[in-house]
Structures are given as structure tokens and as C-alpha cells.
Antibody, heavy 127, light 112 residues
Framework: QGQLEQSGAEVKKPGASVKVSCKAS????????VNWVRQAPGQGLEWMGW????????GYAQKFQGRVTMTRNTSSLTAYMELRSLRSDDTAVYYC????????????????????WGQGTPVTVPS | QSVLTQPPSVSGAPGQRVTISCTGS?????????VHWYQQFPGAGPKLLIY???NRPSGVSDRFSGSKSGSSASLAITGLRTEDEADYYC????????????FGGGTKLTVL
């Protein structure tokens, strides 16, 4: 089934950067994308982007382009998400999640879901 | 403003059936992309509840079911229990936002 274990809580000053790690176990790390999703206090889920562990290819949500970088270390089976120029509205819990690839055939698609999820990493940026 | 639209809250009494809607558009659900549902309890991370519109992962109760029609999808919960009280999110993929996964705004289920 697999598991994702994330790094611990962070408190950062405005303008600083944060790097969150996500260590995979129980499945073949290189076979599945790692996605990052964040959740601000009392708010919904917001998708940030994906990273393919085999190729290192990435895709970022438009909102975060230029401010986020997703990388990996295939030796340690760990994915990383770095967010720069932090602001108070970046205060959120950041989750990594294994993503299932999308397959489309004759106008109908399957796949694209996230499972499992990491336990979440709270990042606080005081205003 | 979420790309997928869910009601902010729904409620029901124990034993009842409730449904949660998820409305998209021709660039996501209506384009043929699958809809997935997640359950989240306070202080915990999301958990996959339904994948590919109407499939349950191993271990998920058959009281939960999903459906999709056109540009919308629904999550149904039958035989409502107090332990079902949680937030529920739908998720899909959107063509316009190249490579973007998109979520609904979430629905808080209250069991009266």
C-alpha cells in the first residue's frame, strides 16, 4: 500500500524559504508521481504541483510558479518541496501524496487520485 | 473560488441518506476526467474515499458510493452514523490549467 512520512513543523519569517521532505516506503518510489497539496487554517485543499521521481519532471499550479521547486533524492526515496519568499498567507499544513497517473480512452479518463497521503507538515509564517 | 463547486455543509440524522454534489465544467468533469472523493476528520489528513467516480478502496464501507453524470458528480452516504461527521472533498483534473488537479471547496457533514 505504501506510506509517506513527512518532516516536522516549521516556523519561518516572512521572506524566508521552507523545504519540506516526504519519505516514501512500501512501494516503488520511481513508479508514481508525488503531489503536494496545502491547507490553510480552516480552509480547503489546494493543489500545488507534481514531481515525477523517475525523470525529475515537474508541473506546478500557476499560482506557485516561480516560487516553488519540487525535487527528489532517489537514493533515499525522498521527495522535497521548497517554497520561497514566504508570506503570512502561506501559513498552512503541507501534504505530500502519491498520485496515480491519468489514462484516457475514447473520451473517458481514469486515474488522477491521491493515496496515500503524508501526515502533513505545519508551516507557520507569522505576520 | 474553487474550480469544483460543493455545498459548504449538509446534515442528516443517524440512519438517513445524504448526498454531496460536486459541480464542474466542460474543462474538467465534463471533459471526461474522473472524480475522486476524500474524507477528512479534524486535525487529520485527507483519506481517499472513492476513486474513478464510483470505486471504493479496500476497507471503505459500502455505505459510501459515488456517481458521475455530465459535468457533475455526487457522493452518497447511506445509514448515516455519527462517526461519518467530517469534511468531504471532490477532486478531478482540469484541461485549461495544464496539468492541474483541482479540488472542490469541501463540504462539512453534520450528523444531527
Amino acid at each position: 500500500q505504501g506510506q509517506l512520512e513527512q518532516s516536522g513543523a516549521e516556523v519561518k519569517k516572512p521572506g524566508a524559504s521552507v523545504k519540506v521532505s516526504c519519505k516514501a516506503s512500501g512501494y516503488t518510489f520511481s513508479n508514481y508521481d508525488v503531489n503536494w497539496v496545502r491547507q490553510a487554517p480552516g480552509q480547503g485543499l489546494e493543489w500545488m504541483g507534481w514531481m515525477n521521481p523517475k525523470s525529475g519532471n515537474t508541473g506546478y499550479a500557476q499560482k506557485f510558479q516561480g516560487r516553488v521547486t519540487m525535487t527528489r533524492n532517489t537514493s533515499s526515496l525522498t521527495a522535497y518541496m521548497e517554497l520561497r519568499s514566504l508570506r503570512s498567507d502561506d501559513t498552512a499544513v503541507y501534504y505530500c501524496a502519491r498520485g496515480i497517473s491519468i489514462n484516457c480512452r475514447s473520451g473517458s479518463c481514469t486515474g488522477g487520485w491521491f493515496a496515500p497521503w503524508g501526515q502533513g507538515t505545519p508551516v507557520t509564517v507569522p505576520s | 473560488q474553487s474550480v469544483l463547486t460543493q455545498p459548504p455543509s449538509v446534515s442528516g440524522a443517524p440512519g438517513q441518506r445524504v448526498t454531496i454534489s460536486c459541480t464542474g465544467s466542460s474543462s474538467n468533469i465534463g471533459a471526461g476526467y474522473a472524480v475522486h472523493w476524500y474524507q477528512q476528520f479534524p486535525g487529520a489528513g485527507p483519506k481517499l474515499l472513492i476513486y474513478d467516480n464510483n470505486n471504493r478502496p479496500s476497507g471503505v464501507s459500502d455505505r459510501f458510493s459515488g456517481s458521475k453524470s455530465g459535468s457533475s458528480a455526487s457522493l452518497a452516504i447511506t445509514g448515516l452514523r455519527t462517526e461519518d461527521e467530517a469534511d468531504y472533498y471532490c477532486q478531478s483534473y482540469d484541461d485549461r490549467l495544464s496539468g492541474s488537479r483541482v479540488f472542490g471547496g469541501g463540504t462539512k457533514l453534520t450528523v444531527l
